[in-house]
């Protein structure tokens, strides 16, 4: 394990989530696989904002606490695990600027080919 992945891990153990619940404390359903809601609705609101911006790309996006998205039917290229909420709102904010940034720095962990998600990406995104 890197430095990168026990910084994600850490952030993890530290970030439990607890379900989801509607206004009368009962739990929200939760969809898993493909396209998925799992953990809080604000981290799935937040990846599902980046997966649209992006043109919906065959791409898991994940939070190291457990919320995910993902592709519907089709096999994802990648997964891309974000460490943090401030994370992914900055990249949300400035995709093109601060995915780099966070890349390099640790908070974002690609779970496949970094080539073939970004080729991925760059193609979902010119082709919307």
């Known amino acids: 394990m890197n430095a990168r992945d ?11 989530p607890s379900p989801p619940q509607d206004e009368g404390g009962t739990r929200s359903p939760a969809l898993t696989d493909g396209g998925g809601l799992e953990g809080n609705t604000l981290d799935y609101w937040l990846l599902s904002r980046l997966r649209s911006f992006l043109g919906d790309p065959p791409v898991e996006f994940a939070m190291a606490n457990g919320a995910r998205v993902g592709p519907g039917g089709e096999t994802p290229v990648a997964r891309v695990t974000f460490a943090s909420r401030s994370t992914l709102a900055s990249i949300v904010a400035d995709p093109w600027l601060r995915f780099g940034d966070a890349y390099s720095d640790g908070l974002v962990a690609i779970d496949g080919d970094l080539v073939s998600l970004l080729e991925t990406v760059y193609r979902s995104s010119s082709s919307g």
């Open 6 to 16: 026990e910084r994600i891990a850490a952030a993890t153990e530290r970030a439990q």
